[in-house]
């Protein structure tokens, strides 16, 4: 990825990767193709009034409607993180978040608790601190914070799968590309 001239990692959106236009090209009933001219559909929630239309590139011909949500659910459950990341633009929004959020303090505020685990992930405010780096903010709307919190969970799952696969290696041995 591209750097900026102070070196750090561009404010627009970092993660996407067009995954949702291949859900479309494997016919999916539920998903409706429109125009990249369209308008996007509206959400009922109104997080479309929030997230910059341009944002959702490039599967934002891609459209669901409130009466594709037992897909879209049963749909997270291939990437159990993305619940997560939706229930805490879910909380942002029912708490009244202002954006840009600037501070881990604002997300660790989010949390049900003060631990939060699912999906594997066991989430506390120091948790949040190590995983969500500085370069992460501002956060400027839902869209973003659901794309920063899911790079976090990522980076906290590599972490994990690094720290598990040293401890599996007997001391001295080095791993051989089958490991």
């Given amino acids: 990825m591209e750097k900026d001239s102070s070196g750090s990692m561009p ?17 999916l009933a539920a998903v409706t ?13 109104g997080l479309s009034q929030k997230t910059p ?6 599967g934002e011909q891609i459209t ?26 879910k909380l942002a929004q029912e ?22 685990s699912a999906a594997g992930h066991h989430i506390t405010a120091a948790a949040i601190s190590r995983y969500v780096p500085e370069e992460f903010f501002p956060i400027n709307h839902p869209g973003e914070l659901a794309e920063r919190l899911y790079m976090a969970l990522l980076r906290c799952r590599a ?3 690094a720290l ?7 001391a001295g041995a080095t791993p051989t590309s089958e490991q």
């Fill in 33 to 45: 193709a429109r125009p990249a001219s369209a308008e996007p559909a509206p959400l009922s929630s």
């Fill in 53 to 58: 239309p341009n944002w959702k590139l490039p």
């Fill in 11 to 27: 404010r627009r959106s970092m993660i996407r990767t067009g995954t949702a236009a291949g859900l479309g090209a494997i016919g």
């Fill in 95 to 116: 708490t009244g978040v202002v954006y840009p959020i600037t501070s881990h303090a604002t997300i660790a505020g989010l949390l049900p608790g003060k631990k939060f």
């Fill in 159 to 161: 972490e994990s799968s």
């Fill in 164 to 170: 598990m696969a040293r401890r599996s290696t007997p």
């Fill in 64 to 89: 669901f409607q409130p009466a594709d949500f037992d897909v879209l659910d049963l749909t997270l459950h291939v990437v159990p993180e993305l619940r997560i990341c939706a229930l805490a633009v």
